[in-house]
């Protein structure tokens, strides 16, 4: 089954490039998600604000039983932890180009620029491990995943991957009824498809016909080519 994740920045992610990924963050360098929406919503006006425009918040599916397929490595943090917050200092007081960790992934909580402000008391010796962690338990939930290497970004799916496989399938299906409907042969029935304006009008993401049915499209192929079905 595949899940839904979210990404708030101040565009949209087609494509993800960890070579764009800023270094010295909570899991080291790599692309960031949340499975909770309202906080990638409040991520997207941050990051917005800072450009002086409006933020966005990208979705992405989430192909979570590709990580034992893929054999990639994982970190989990249930919660704050004194492991959580070792692992957060390590990475962010890491100074170098290099990870601190070889994980693929890493999902656990956030540390926020509240959370931030206690690590550097923390740091400062303001604060004990034990009272800041305490402090911790009463704040409200929060989620990050972050990817960290090349072979773990296939299990998430871009909007584009999602658009592209949608025309696939969509594609198939038509070919397949004007097939059965028409008595026509494959090579028949996508030199009809493709060559027609109905496909011309589905490529074209501009006209959104993308986010139709299949079957309206092959309403749609019907209507221009004055085709009826085959009782």
């Not at 249930?78 to 601190?100: C, M, P």
């Not at 994980?103 to 402000?117: L, Q, R, S």
């Not at 998430?156 to 991957?161: C, F, H, M, N, V």
């Not at 027609?196 to 079957?215: I, L, V």
Request: with cysteine.
């Amino acid at each position: 089954m595949i899940g839904v994740v979210y990404h708030g920045s101040y565009t949209t992610i087609d494509d993800i490039d960890l070579s764009f990924c800023r270094k010295g963050r909570d899991f080291g360098q790599g692309f960031y998600v949340t499975k909770i929406r309202s906080q990638a919503e409040d991520w997207a006006i941050r990051k917005g604000k800072q450009h002086k425009i409006e933020g966005v918040v990208t979705e992405f599916g989430f192909h979570e039983e590709l990580i034992d397929v893929f054999q990639l490595k994982v970190l989990r943090f249930e919660g704050y932890s004194k492991e959580w917050l070792d692992f957060i200092v390590a990475n962010r007081n890491n100074k170098s180009h290099q990870q601190t960790h070889d994980y693929d992934m890493v999902e656990g909580p956030v540390a926020d620029d509240d959370v931030a402000t206690r690590i550097r008391d923390y740091l400062r010796g303001n604060v004990s491990k034990e009272q800041f962690l305490k402090e911790l338990t009463h704040r409200l939930p929060s989620h990050q995943i972050c990817f960290c290497t090349e072979r773990s970004l296939p299990v998430l799916i871009t909007p584009r991957a999602k658009i592209n496989g949608l025309f696939a399938q969509t594609d198939n299906v038509i070919v397949q009824n004007l097939m059965m409907d028409y008595g026509k042969t494959e090579a028949e029935a996508m030199d009809v498809y493709y060559t027609s304006d109905t496909y011309t009008q589905y490529a074209n993401e501009e006209t959104g016909w993308y986010k139709k049915s299949w079957h309206e499209i092959y309403q749609a192929l019907q209507k221009e080519l004055n085709l009826s079905i085959k009782p």
